[in-house]
């Protein structure tokens, strides 16, 4: 089932991406093809192929075939190879979409931009083939497979992405194909023979009347509008998935629930991955409101019960909320802006651990020195207590507009200069960030002393809160939201710096 684009492209070389335990490397070999680029990010696989397993698997010093170890987007980003094959067969096993586990973390193999580049990869009559569970009952993952590769056409230039799309489907397994040239009249033939005589289903061929209505209704259109408008009123998201929005497995709807406890559904697809979007989405916001809870509970509810107990020094109730804002909007604003780099970075970097550990590594190391430049720097003096969080928020916008530029320019770059690059990014927002708590801390200790344990309380509480609050905002909203959210917080930080000013001068 998922060898099918071989029987229509059985020359030239093939691309493998997620090799596994080699079943598609050795589908390769015997359809023909001159050389196989077989690329896995998992070291593991690859070792046991070229050594436990060699004899076992067969596969490793076959002329011909490379063995990779690289995260696929970013090798054929660097790559000039062109190949008559691309496979991206079930390399996500559904334990893992059904639990719910990659709900909430980003695919970056599944978007307009990566399909782009394998597009790109291919000869001018090649076929890229991705293969995911299916459910006759819902259209799940096979209609969003579906919408994205008409959504990366579109963005490709093609005007009719219906005749170069192909989806065979048997029990729980779909197959999508497409082909970066329309499919002809011989092979759509040689296409729906093969169809019959191993007993598939053809939910998709072009000009064919027995095609599955809910695909064709996303796959017969020609512009993006047209796309997005007639998979609107889908009981599950189904829209193509971006860069910006890099999470092809949760099609969870929040305001269609009820849609996963209708109907019927079992095996490897549908409902059961539908649950697994909504056990993952129900588990975060049980989180957020958990933080909540206890945000109230231990911090909030003990500061609005007031009285001296609380508020010990000689200043007013409104200068003490000012600068419980000052930190709470800190410690959120710090927290929005760190998830959304981890995230956009994930993408460039190619790897959510090699995100983490350089957006980790920068902030840890420029906000270090920020706080000491701090101590020698007048922030907390006019002027310069004005100016300081505007340049924050300029710094936060031009950051979510640069790394998009940068992405798109580098992304084909060694992994060492991509790293320099995105340190170079965040550094300067580090030293920034790093200005906001020691100074902060300066200006309330100059009017009451004693309420500053009060401040680091919230201050922290609020960026363990809004770390979860991020996460749900990128997967429905977008990451290039929490950007702007990170650059309101520091704007409003004005507000409370003019209060505690005040509140400085009446002492």
């Given at each position: 089932m998922t060898n099918l684009a071989y029987y229509l492209r059985p020359n030239g070389g093939a691309c493998i991406i997620g090799v596994g335990g080699g079943r598609d490397v050795h589908s390769a070999i015997l359809f023909g093809h001159e050389f196989i680029d077989a690329i896995d990010i998992n070291p593991i696989f690859i070792k046991l192929l070229k050594n436990q397993l060699k004899e076992f698997a067969g596969i490793d010093g076959r002329p011909g075939v490379n063995l990779i170890i690289d995260e696929a987007r970013s090798h054929l980003s660097r790559s000039i190879k062109k190949y008559a094959v691309i496979q991206m067969s079930l390399i996500d096993t559904w334990a893992a979409t059904g639990a719910g586990a990659f709900s909430l973390s980003e695919n970056v193999l599944y978007t307009i931009e990566a399909w782009n580049l394998f597009l790109n990869r291919l000869t001018n009559d090649g076929i890229f083939t991705v293969s995911?569970?299916?459910?006759?009952?819902?259209?799940?993952?096979?209609?969003?497979?579906?919408?994205?590769?008409?959504?990366?056409?579109?963005?490709?230039?093609?005007?009719?992405?219906?005749?170069?799309?192909?989806?065979?489907?048997?029990?729980?397994?779909?197959?999508?194909?497409?082909?970066?040239?329309?499919?002809?009249?011989?092979?759509?033939?040689?296409?729906?023979?093969?169809?019959?005589?191993?007993?598939?289903?053809?939910?998709?061929?072009?000009?064919?009347?027995?095609?599955?209505?809910?695909?064709?209704?996303?796959?017969?259109?020609?512009?993006?509008?047209?796309?997005?408008?007639?998979?609107?009123?889908?009981?599950?998201?189904?829209?193509?998935?971006?860069?910006?929005?890099?999470?092809?497995?949760?099609?969870?709807?929040?305001?269609?629930?009820?849609?996963?406890?209708?109907?019927?559904?079992?095996?490897?697809?549908?409902?059961?991955?539908?649950?697994?979007?909504?056990?993952?989405?129900?588990?975060?916001?049980?989180?957020?409101?958990?933080?909540?809870?206890?945000?109230?509970?231990?911090?909030?509810?003990?500061?609005?019960?007031?009285?001296?107990?609380?508020?010990?020094?000689?200043?007013s109730e409104k200068v003490f909320w000012s600068g419980a804002m000052y930190f709470s909007l800190i410690g959120a604003g710090f927290m929005f802006l760190e998830i959304a780099l981890l995230q956009r970075l994930s993408v460039f970097l190619s790897h959510p651990i090699y995100s983490l550990g350089i957006v980790l590594f920068t902030i840890i190391a420029s906000t270090g020195l920020g706080s000491f430049v701090s101590e020698y720097v007048p922030l907390d003096r006019y002027p310069w207590i004005y100016i300081y969080p505007v340049v924050m928020v300029v710094a936060i916008i031009a950051t979510c507009f640069v790394l998009p530029y940068m992405i798109d320019k580098m992304i084909n770059y060694e992994m060492i200069f991509k790293i320099i690059a995105s340190i170079f990014v965040i550094f300067p927002s580090g030293v920034l960030l790093g200005c906001f708590f020691p100074t902060g801390m300066r200006i309330v200790?100059?009017?009451?002393?004693?309420?500053?344990?009060?401040?680091?309380?919230?201050?922290?509480?609020?960026?363990?809160?809004?770390?979860?609050?991020?996460?749900?905002?990128?997967?429905?909203?977008?990451?290039?939201?929490?950007?702007?959210?990170?650059?309101?917080?520091?704007?409003?930080?004005?507000?409370?710096?003019?209060?505690?000013?005040?509140?400085?001068?009446?002492?």
């Open positions: 995911r569970w299916f459910n006759p009952k819902n259209i799940g993952e096979t209609g969003r497979m579906a919408s994205l590769a008409v959504a990366s056409l579109l963005d490709l230039g093609f005007k009719n992405p219906s005749e170069h799309i192909a989806i065979i489907a048997t029990n729980n397994l779909a197959t999508l194909l497409i082909s970066k040239r329309p499919f002809t009249n011989d092979e759509l033939i040689s296409l729906r023979k093969k169809v019959i005589e191993l007993q598939y289903d053809s939910l998709y061929i072009p000009n064919n009347i027995d095609n599955n209505k809910l695909l064709s209704s996303i796959i017969s259109v020609n512009n993006m509008n047209d796309l997005l408008l007639n998979i609107k009123d889908m009981p599950i998201n189904v829209n193509p998935p971006t860069d910006e929005t890099p999470y092809f497995f949760n099609m969870l709807k929040l305001g269609n629930i009820k849609y996963i406890f209708e109907g019927s559904g079992s095996g490897h697809t549908g409902l059961g991955v539908l649950k697994g979007n909504l056990l993952a989405t129900i588990t975060l916001l049980i989180l957020i409101f958990s933080l909540a809870a206890l945000t109230v509970i231990t911090i909030i509810l003990p500061l609005l019960l007031k009285g001296e107990y609380f508020i010990r020094g000689q200043v200790r100059r009017i009451n002393n004693v309420d500053t344990p009060w401040y680091w309380a919230l201050n922290g509480i609020f960026g363990v809160l809004c770390s979860a609050v991020a996460v749900f905002i990128s997967i429905y909203i977008g990451i290039s939201t929490n950007f702007y959210v990170a650059a309101v917080c520091y704007l409003l930080v004005i507000v409370s710096l003019y209060n505690l000013e005040k509140g400085h001068d009446k002492n």
